[in-house]
Nanobody
Framework: QVHLEEFGGGLVQPGGSLRLSCAAA????????MGWYRQAPGKQRELVAQ???????NYVDSAKGRFTITRDRGENTVYLQMDSLKPEDTAVYYC?????????WGRGTQVTVAS
């Protein structure tokens, strides 16, 4: 069983920045494909950013150039640096861990972008 816990959400003004953290316990973020997803009210959950065990990254078009996903093997944590935030980035952000047949989710952290 892998436990994921997200940190770093909050209220930020448009144009501001936040850094989300996902701490993993019971599994190594180094061997898994780690992802950040988000779900806004009334919308489906969508993939925002992903990093594979080999270090390849992938972003949703709306996040390219603004968000950066990174991984700290020593801390067993994955980060999502979010810059130039927009109101449409408002959502609950979830951390995801996939390794083979295993697929785990965190409980999510709320990000609200508003004046």
């Amino acid at each position: 069983q892998v436990h994921l816990e997200e940190f770093g959400g909050g209220l930020v003004q448009p144009g501001g920045s936040l850094r989300l953290s996902c701490a993993a316990a019971g599994g190594s973020v180094s061997i898994a494909t780690m992802g950040w997803y988000r779900q806004a009210p009334g919308k489906q959950r969508e993939l925002v950013a992903q990093i594979t065990s080999g270090g390849s990254t992938n972003y949703v078009d709306s996040a390219k150039g603004r968000f950066t996903i990174t991984r700290d093997r020593g801390e067993n944590t994955v980060y999502l640096q979010m810059d130039s935030l927009k109101p449409e980035d408002t959502a609950v952000y979830y951390c995801n861990y996939v390794f083979g047949q295993y697929n785990y989710w965190g409980r999510g952290t709320q990000v609200t972008v508003a004046s």
